[in-house]
């Protein structure tokens, strides 16, 4: 006979509430958007039920519902045309650009509302690689340093609080850190994706901004999702370089990756909840197998159980909406 009984702390709703190690609010949200040109549109990404390509005016009014359900931060992704796409990304230098209009859209109407921009160059690259490729098909470092310089830049120009260079070239948090200051952007945060995994969660993504690599694939930038320690190498060269905050990503198949992380840095962490895993949970929903809803709300609880800051999702809005 046990007096020993963790059930008795589970007994009710409000004992439960009392134990409660970890909570999920709206302030740990970040609401990746797409925006693609035109006006009054609105195209559902076919493999993402639920989310959609913005143009601008339309993009407006859901950030607006976002800012009203509590949201802070957006996470802006622009959709181009591919006639705008060359080798050398030149679209993300251009300082009328349709991110750099849709920033200052964001910017006018909703001044507290934090964006994000993304730093790569596959949504402007006519080769789809986050980095410039050489005639034999290698992925060049150090000259693609110099292009994720000039986008970040013209982001930052742009009115862009938050930097997220998503590329994993090496040297460009430092790169990037010192333009920002010799520029005077020196409350830019960077959010480096510093445990950014070779992964094919990613494949929705993609599809919405058509960037998948025309050759070859990223496993020679983007890590291998077999190991964990070499994050630890990439935490070092981010805090050296001058980042705010680490990311890693995918999400849900890396929690491990978070705590480890976490263990090892004071800078706050933040998890990306990706295309691949929005896509699962809700074609799982979708035929009725499970509950999407309840699923997608334990999965960012997890995120934070692992020690996650912040969270990037896709279910941001559906989620701030049932906090409510
Ligand atoms: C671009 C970028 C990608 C994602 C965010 N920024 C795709 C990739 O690296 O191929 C993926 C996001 C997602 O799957 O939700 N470098």
Same mark, same amino acid.
């Given at each position: 006979?046990?007096?020993?009984?963790?059930?008795? #702390?589970?007994?009710?709703?409000?004992?439960?509430?009392?134990?409660?190690?970890?909570?999920?609010?709206?302030?740990?949200?970040?609401?990746?958007?797409?925006?693609?040109?035109?006006?009054?549109?609105?195209?559902?990404? &076919?493999?993402?039920?639920?989310?959609?390509?913005?143009?601008?005016?339309?993009?407006?009014?859901?950030?607006?519902?976002?800012?009203?359900?509590?949201?802070?931060?957006?996470?802006?992704?622009?959709a181009l045309?591919d006639?705008l796409k060359d080798k050398y990304a030149?679209?993300?230098? #251009?300082?009328?650009?349709?991110?750099?209009?849709?920033?200052?859209?964001?910017?006018?109407?909703?001044?507290?509302?934090?964006?994000?921009?993304?730093?790569a160059m596959d949504p402007y690259s006519s080769d789809g690689h986050d980095g410039l490729v050489?005639?034999?098909g290698?992925i060049? #470092?150090?000259?693609?340093?110099?292009?994720?310089?000039?986008?970040?830049? #013209?982001?930052?120009?742009?009115?862009?609080?938050?930097?997220?260079?998503?590329d994993?070239?090496?040297?460009?948090?430092?790169?990037?850190?010192?333009?920002?200051? %010799?520029?005077?952007?020196?409350?830019?945060?960077?959010?480096?994706?510093?445990?950014?995994?070779? %992964?094919?969660?990613y494949g929705?993504f993609r599809d919405a901004l058509d960037s998948a690599p025309k050759s070859g694939d990223k496993?020679?930038y983007q890590?291998?999702?077999?190991?964990?320690?070499?994050?630890?190498?990439?935490?070092?060269?981010?805090?050296?370089?001058?980042?705010?905050?680490?990311?890693?990503?995918?999400?849900?198949?890396?929690?491990?990756?978070?705590?480890?992380?976490? %263990?090892?840095?004071?800078?706050?962490?933040?998890?990306?909840?990706?295309?691949?895993?929005?896509?699962?949970?809700?074609?799982?929903?979708?035929?009725?197998?499970?509950?999407?809803?309840?699923?997608?709300?334990?999965?960012?609880?997890?995120?934070?159980?692992?020690?996650?800051?912040?969270?990037?999702?896709?279910? &941001?809005?559906?989620?701030?909406?049932?906090?409510?």
């Amino acid at each position: 006979m046990t007096f020993i009984r963790p059930r008795r #702390n589970r007994k009710n709703n409000a004992s439960r509430s009392l134990m409660r190690e970890n909570i999920l609010t709206t302030n740990d949200l970040i609401a990746p958007l797409f925006v693609i040109d035109g006006k009054d549109e609105m195209v559902e990404v &076919s493999s993402m039920p639920g989310i959609f390509r913005y143009s601008r005016d339309k993009l407006l009014k859901e950030v607006k519902e976002l800012d009203e359900l509590g949201i802070k931060c957006v996470s802006l992704f622009p959709a181009l045309d591919d006639s705008l796409k060359d080798k050398y990304a030149t679209e993300s230098k #251009n300082p009328d650009g349709l991110l750099q209009k849709t920033i200052k859209d964001i910017k006018n109407a909703f001044p507290d509302m934090l964006i994000m921009t993304d730093v790569a160059m596959d949504p402007y690259s006519s080769d789809g690689h986050d980095g410039l490729v050489s005639d034999n098909g290698e992925i060049l #470092n150090d000259e693609t340093l110099d292009i994720l310089v000039e986008m970040s830049l #013209n982001q930052a120009r742009a009115g862009s609080d938050i930097i997220g260079p998503s590329d994993m070239m090496d040297g460009r948090v430092g790169a990037i850190r010192k333009a920002l200051e %010799s520029e005077g952007f020196s409350n830019t945060q960077i959010m480096s994706y510093t445990a950014k995994y070779a %992964s094919s969660f990613y494949g929705p993504f993609r599809d919405a901004l058509d960037s998948a690599p025309k050759s070859g694939d990223k496993k020679t930038y983007q890590m291998d999702f077999h190991n964990v320690t070499e994050a630890i190498r990439e935490i070092k060269c981010d805090e050296a370089e001058g980042a705010d905050i680490l990311m890693v990503k995918p999400g849900i198949s890396y929690l491990d990756v978070i705590k480890e992380m976490k %263990s090892h840095t004071s800078l706050p962490i933040a998890a990306y909840n990706v295309s691949g895993e929005y896509a699962m949970v809700k074609a799982a929903s979708e035929k009725g197998w499970i509950d999407g809803d309840a699923v997608a709300y334990e999965m960012l609880v997890s995120f934070k159980r692992a020690g996650a800051d912040m969270i990037l999702s896709y279910f &941001s809005k559906e989620i701030a909406k049932t906090l409510r």
